[in-house]
């Protein structure tokens, strides 16, 4: 079987954003794939995080990896700091990169404007996800359009890695998907809904209730002019809802479209509403199950447990490689 890898970081609450792009791609490929799936909270930690706060978005987006449908007999779920070859390895892949294409990472560039102190731990986010990924010799990995670069850095460090020391590293390919791999914030559609936006209303949270999702989707921007029409460039705010609403309903934009000819925002906005809230309800009664069960530990526990026998494997022998003296 071929293996997929992928993770999400326990920043904040999860968004639609990360269903569309990442996790919904996560339920589809398990069957097919020898998936791992973890929550990546060493990443989580490269800008600061409360520790109780960290501690419950840890377990909230481990019960939404099974709310959603990823199925704990099928795929490892596991939490990043749980399997410590991912620091091991991160290490690695750090001293393998410049600091040149570091510094052109548009995440970091992104992250660290306008900030008087940038933590280093953002500028060595890539080479930490180039380790996540290697360590399992995963052939795909399923992300959103923002992570594409950080992917790119990944193939380069297993190259550079493979080029310098021998045959060692799978070079992974990403899986993006085509419709809504760049969900956008609702209140700007320049730019990327982000679960750690300090603006509520610019995301939906996977976990809002039916009302909030419903005032978000009302008092979401739209352009000045009519019509349904997806058109990204001229009209980006209602493109932005028409793929979000595709997405849910499980249909096309062009059968989006199609529906809503001639009618206005209004209608269709309310609309969009019903079609998030009917996604995400089950979803929602799935993981307050989840949750009160206390299931979550074991699953975790087992996850980890799979995903370090593969990343100790790859950890020694890239040690090994580099000529890192073993004790005896
Ligand atoms: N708006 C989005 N549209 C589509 N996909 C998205 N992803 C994130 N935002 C969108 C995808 O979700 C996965 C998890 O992302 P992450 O937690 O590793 O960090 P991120 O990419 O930086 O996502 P966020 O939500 O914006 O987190 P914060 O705010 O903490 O930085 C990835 O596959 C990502 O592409």
Not at 156 to 176: C, K, Q, S, W
Not at 177 to 202: F, Q, V, W
Not at 224 to 245: A, C, H, R, W
């Given at each position: 079987k071929l293996r997929v890898l992928s993770g999400i970081q326990s920043s904040g609450r999860l968004t639609i954003g990360n269903y569309i792009g990442a996790m919904k791609n996560f339920v589809e490929l398990q069957d097919e794939y020898d998936s791992y799936y973890m929550i990546a909270d060493l990443h989580a930690v490269t800008v600061p995080q409360d520790p109780a706060d960290l501690r419950e978005q840890t377990e909230m987006v481990a019960a939404l990896y099974a709310a959603v449908g990823i199925d704990p007999a099928k795929a490892a779920i596991f939490v990043q700091s749980h399997v410590h070859q991912h620091a091991e390895l991160g290490?690695?892949?750090?001293?393998?990169?410049?600091?040149?294409?570091?510094?052109?990472?548009?995440?970091?560039?992104?992250?660290?404007?306008?900030?008087?102190?940038?933590?280093?731990?953002?500028?060595?986010?890539?080479?930490?996800?180039?380790?996540?990924?290697?360590?399992?010799?995963?052939?795909?990995?399923?992300?959103?359009?923002?992570?594409?670069?950080?992917?790119?850095?990944?193939?380069?460090?297993?190259?550079?890695?493979?080029?310098?020391?021998?045959?060692?590293?799978?070079?992974?390919?990403?899986?993006?998907?085509?419709?809504?791999?760049?969900?956008?914030?609702?209140?700007?559609?320049?730019?990327?809904?982000?679960?750690?936006?300090?603006?509520?209303?610019?995301?939906?949270?996977?976990?809002?209730?039916?009302?909030?999702?419903?005032?978000?989707?009302?008092?979401?921007?739209?352009?000045?002019?009519?019509?349904?029409?997806?058109?990204?460039?001229?009209?980006?705010?209602?493109?932005?809802?028409?793929?979000?609403?595709?997405?849910?309903?499980?249909?096309?934009?062009?059968?989006?479209?199609?529906?809503?000819e001639g009618q206005g925002y209004g209608a269709f906005k309310k609309d969009l509403a019903e079609q998030v809230v009917a996604m995400l309800e089950p979803m929602q009664k799935k993981y307050a199950e989840i949750r009160s069960s206390g299931a979550i530990h074991d699953i975790l526990r087992d996850g980890a447990e799979k995903a370090a026998s593969i990343a100790e494997k790859t950890i020694r022998q890239v040690k090994e490689t580099m000529g890192f003296l073993s004790p005896r």
């Open positions: 290490w690695l892949m750090t001293t393998l990169s410049y600091m040149g294409e570091l510094e052109r990472m548009t995440q970091f560039k992104d992250k660290s404007a306008g900030k008087d102190a940038v933590g280093a731990g953002l500028f060595v986010y890539p080479p930490l996800m180039a380790a996540d990924i290697l360590l399992y010799q995963a052939h795909l990995v399923p992300v959103g359009d923002d992570q594409k670069q950080h992917l790119e850095l990944t193939r380069d460090l297993a190259g550079r890695f493979n080029h310098r020391y021998g045959e060692t590293f799978r070079v992974p390919e990403p899986f993006i998907p085509k419709s809504g791999a760049r969900i956008m914030s609702l209140d700007d559609a320049s730019n990327k809904m982000s679960k750690s936006s300090p603006l509520a209303g610019s995301y939906i949270a996977m976990l809002d209730e039916p009302d909030v999702i419903r005032k978000k989707i009302a008092r979401a921007k739209t352009d000045t002019g009519m019509g349904i029409v997806f058109d990204p460039q001229n009209k980006p705010e209602i493109s932005n809802l028409m793929t979000i609403y595709a997405s849910c309903a499980g249909i096309t934009l062009d059968e989006v479209q199609a529906r809503y």
